[in-house]
């Protein structure tokens, strides 16, 4: 428990193998991600600066796997870069060795889900960058709800299976031992 709240790599590997896990990976991924086009897209609306939204955001992630992606996006709007180009999936892998002070820091892949960046780009080449990211993160609350109602009738189903199959190996475990007694 130390380990894990004081080691940061530690951490942050942990928490990148829960992204990872086949049915639990994908929930978690939605759930950031639908805080982050909550939070970005409440902040731009109300007027705040995409910078000090960013910032707001890194502050209150407390998945260290998403919040290395807040991060690069911030150092890369710091050098003056461009929202557009900073979430190209090119960007995403960083090909230069010996990266310069000026060179596009790479976005680490794989944790934002791909429709954000486009409704990102869109937003901030329309000017309503706030207003798209309201509306992806409507869109994603309402998928978000469908997927965990869906898990939870599963999750019910299985249970419901295992306690019955419990009931029957002790009925039986009765049954032979009154047989075996009589």
């Known amino acids: 428990l130390l380990l894990y709240q004081f080691h940061f790599p530690f951490r942050f590997q942990i928490q990148n193998i829960l992204l990872k896990i086949p049915v639990l990976g994908p929930l978690l991924r939605m759930l950031e991600t639908r805080d982050f ?3 970005m ?13 960013i910032r707001i955001v890194i502050n209150q992630t407390k998945n260290l796997c998403f919040r290395s992606v807040y991060e690069a ?4 709007l710091e050098k003056g870069r461009k929202l557009e180009q900073i979430l190209r999936p090119e960007n995403s892998v960083s ?23 486009q409704a990102m780009t869109l937003g901030s080449k329309g000017g309503n960058l706030g207003e798209m990211l309201h509306e992806a993160y409507l869109t994603y609350d309402f998928q978000l709800q469908n997927r965990m109602d869906t898990a939870i009738i599963f999750i019910g189903a299985a249970i419901s299976i295992f306690t019955y199959l419990v009931i ?5 475990s009765l ?6 007694v009589m």
Do not use: D, H, Q
Request: no cysteine; proline share 9%.
């Open 37 to 39: 086009l909550s939070m």
């Open 41 to 53: 897209g409440n902040l731009m609306t109300k007027g705040v600066s995409i910078m000090e939204a």
């Open 73 to 76: 996006i911030e150092k890369n």
């Open 95 to 117: 090909l230069v060795l010996r990266p310069s002070p000026n060179a596009m820091i790479p976005v680490p892949s794989g944790y934002l889900l791909p429709s954000v960046a």
């Open 168 to 172: 029957l190996f002790m009925i039986g």
């Open 175 to 180: 049954a032979s031992t009154l047989f075996k």
